[in-house]
T-cell receptor
Framework: GAGVSQSPSNKVTEKGKDVELRCDPI?????LYWYRQSLGQGLEFLIY????????KSGLPSDRFSAERTGGSVSTLTIQRTQQEDSAVYLC????????????FGDGTRLSIL | GENVEQHPSTLSVQEGDSAVIKCTYS??????FPWYKQELGKRPQLIID?????GEKKDQRIAVTLNKTAKHFSLHITETQPEDSAVYFC???????????????FGQGTILTVHP
């Protein structure tokens, strides 16, 4: 596709359940980022993947959060044992590693924990 | 780590007026400063960016200025239109050449309202 694609667009789940969020970056982009945007707030960095390098997980808020990127393309963000404070929009972005290139965002997944 | 402060949190202008949003950053090593526009319920869209080797960049009605010494940068929108109404975010990152790290630290956002 032409842009970053995320699924699902909306997810409602009960507290304590696990959720998986998917991101398909722009074709050819080797860098992939996950951010979280809580209601009325700015974007908070979660995790970064660059090619085959070890990911930067410094922004993950707890060990309930994890992410993987298979084959250098699609990424999955997993939240285990969800809590109400996990409710937010989870945004994925990708960029081209060739020089200082801007990040392009997907539409995000709106996660609501009941 | 990097910290980005953004002001004002809300800005209301009349159509045709100019709008200015200001950001400061804490890490003098940051060298890339993008601005994003986010309409309600939509993805952030990059509108302009500036790298630390220049002091000003302009694209039609939008301009960004950077003062590395003072560690602040500003977004200027001239001849505002109602469709400019949105939330604007500044960000800062360190793109270390070939490693192209690029983690963005965002400001808290400015809600811009342009009244017809």
């Amino acid at each position: 596709g032409a842009g970053v694609s995320q699924s699902p667009s909306n997810k409602v789940t009960e507290k304590g359940k696990d959720v998986e969020l998917r991101c398909d970056p722009i074709s050819g982009h080797t860098a992939l980022y996950w951010y979280r945007q809580s209601l009325g707030q700015g974007l908070e960095f979660l995790i970064y993947f660059q090619g085959n390098s070890a990911p930067d997980k410094s922004g993950l808020p707890s060990d309930r959060f994890s992410a993987e990127r298979t084959g250098g393309s699609v990424s999955t963000l997993t939240i285990q044992r969800t809590q109400q404070e996990d409710s937010a929009v989870y945004l994925c972005a990708s960029s081209n590693r060739q020089g200082n290139q801007p990040q392009h965002f997907g539409d995000g997944t709106r996660l609501s924990i009941l | 780590g990097e910290n980005v402060e953004q002001h004002p949190s809300t800005l209301s202008v009349q159509e045709g007026d100019s709008a200015v949003i200001k950001c400061t950053y804490s890490d003098s090593a940051s060298n890339y400063f993008p601005w994003y526009k986010q309409e309600l319920g939509k993805r952030p869209q990059l509108i302009i960016d500036i790298r630390s080797n220049v002091g000003e960049k302009k694209d039609q009605r939008i301009a960004v200025t950077l003062n590395k010494t003072a560690k602040h940068f500003s977004l200027h929108i001239t001849e505002t239109q109602p469709e400019d109404s949105a939330v604007y975010f500044c960000a800062a990152s360190l793109n270390a050449g070939g490693t192209s790290y690029g983690k963005l630290t965002f400001g808290q956002g400015t809600i811009l309202t342009v009244h017809p």
